[in-house]
């Protein structure tokens, strides 16, 4: 039944003169295994749904019992992040040098958030990332890394790095909103317009996307109150959860010059 509705969804529609082909994620959980109540069927059919969106949506995902110790699981690292978050505890930043290919010189830093988790250890974005980001707390967290990232390149500078220069990652729901250009303004008290320069953010275009319309407008005030040196930014979509010798982002910091001459490479 479930293959048939998908099927019968997959039909073009016509929606003001534009045929239009939609998707559908469904989660199934099953009576009496998953549940003996409409309540507690609904709620795992509910949690095979958000897995079955997680997989990438336009498919199907049956309930088993380890989505509830996921579920489980996730809501506590919400309250344990929202918690790191207000005490300033766990999270931290590690630094990925990016080298000038001519020169062999370190030119700039990419800030990497991590979270040191009392119980399960170093914690990598991709799992606290989503989570954030689906409970309101992306931008706090975004707000965070950029303040921290001021703070130790001002360490850096009064030791001597002055040209030194850090690229911050935000996430595309956080680029879109509009408060963005403001918050940015809040931490002047770290002199981020003189060290971050002409370079400042990489964006992650994940799931669920955020238009590039939707991004201009924000990107284009931050642009014009850092005159007289303008920002290049450069937004590249690439597949969100794998981790290799190059990162995940490149960065274009002058159209002219490719990649400005500048390849990433993880510390070992």
């Given at each position: 039944?479930a293959?048939?509705?998908?099927?019968?969804?997959?039909?073009?529609?016509?929606?003001?003169?534009?045929?239009?082909?939609?998707?559908?994620?469904?989660?199934?959980?099953?009576?009496?295994?998953?549940?003996?109540?409409?309540e507690?069927?609904?709620?795992?059919?509910?949690?095979?749904?958000?897995?079955?969106?997680?997989?990438?949506?336009?498919?199907?995902?049956?309930?088993?019992?380890?989505?509830?110790?996921?579920?489980?699981?996730?809501?506590?690292l919400?309250?344990?992040?929202?918690?790191?978050?207000?005490?300033?505890?766990?999270?931290?930043?590690?630094?990925?040098?990016?080298?000038?290919?001519?020169?062999?010189?370190?030119?700039?830093?990419?800030?990497?958030?991590?979270?040191q988790h009392?119980?399960?250890?170093?914690?990598?974005?991709?799992?606290?990332?989503?989570?954030?980001?689906?409970n309101?707390?992306?931008?706090?967290l975004?707000?965070?890394?950029l303040?921290k990232?001021?703070?130790?390149?001002?360490t850096?500078?009064?030791?001597?790095?002055?040209t030194?220069?850090?690229?911050?990652?935000?996430?595309?729901?956080?680029?879109?909103?509009?408060?963005l250009?403001d918050?940015?303004?809040s931490?002047?008290?770290?002199?981020?317009?003189?060290?971050?320069?002409?370079?400042?953010?990489?964006?992650?275009?994940?799931?669920?996307?955020?238009?590039?319309?939707?991004?201009?407008?924000?990107?284009?005030?931050?642009?014009?109150?850092?005159?007289p040196t303008?920002?290049?930014?450069?937004?590249?979509?690439?597949?969100?959860g794998?981790?290799?010798?190059?990162?995940?982002d490149?960065?274009l910091?002058?159209?002219?010059?490719?990649?400005g001459?500048?390849?990433?490479?993880?510390?070992?």
């Open positions: 039944m293959l048939r509705i998908m099927q019968k969804m997959k039909e073009p529609i016509e929606l003001a003169g534009r045929r239009m082909v939609m998707t559908t994620s469904i989660g199934i959980s099953v009576f009496p295994d998953d549940g003996k109540t409409c507690e069927l609904l709620k795992n059919a509910d949690l095979a749904l958000y897995q079955s969106k997680g997989n990438g949506r336009n498919g199907l995902h049956f309930f088993s019992p380890n989505l509830k110790t996921k579920a489980t699981l996730e809501l506590q919400e309250e344990e992040l929202r918690n790191a978050l207000r005490g300033e505890s766990g999270l931290m930043l590690y630094y990925q040098p990016i080298l000038d290919l001519k020169s062999g010189q370190v030119t700039k830093l990419e800030a990497l958030v991590r979270w009392p119980t399960h250890g170093l914690l990598v974005p991709d799992r606290f990332i989503g989570i954030a980001e689906a309101g707390l992306i931008a706090e975004d707000h965070w890394v303040r990232a001021c703070e130790d390149l001002s850096l500078s009064r030791q001597g790095c002055s030194l220069k850090i690229a911050v990652n935000c996430s595309a729901l956080n680029l879109a909103r509009e408060e250009p918050e940015i303004e931490v002047e008290q770290y002199d981020f317009l003189k060290l971050f320069g002409s370079d400042f953010v990489q964006g992650y275009l994940l799931s669920p996307p955020v238009p590039l319309d939707e991004l201009h407008p924000v990107l284009n005030e931050i642009n014009q109150r850092r005159q303008p920002m290049a930014i450069s937004f590249l979509g690439i597949a969100h794998t981790d290799g010798p190059m990162s995940r490149l960065f910091d002058n159209p002219g010059r490719y990649a001459a500048s390849i990433e490479q993880p510390v070992r």
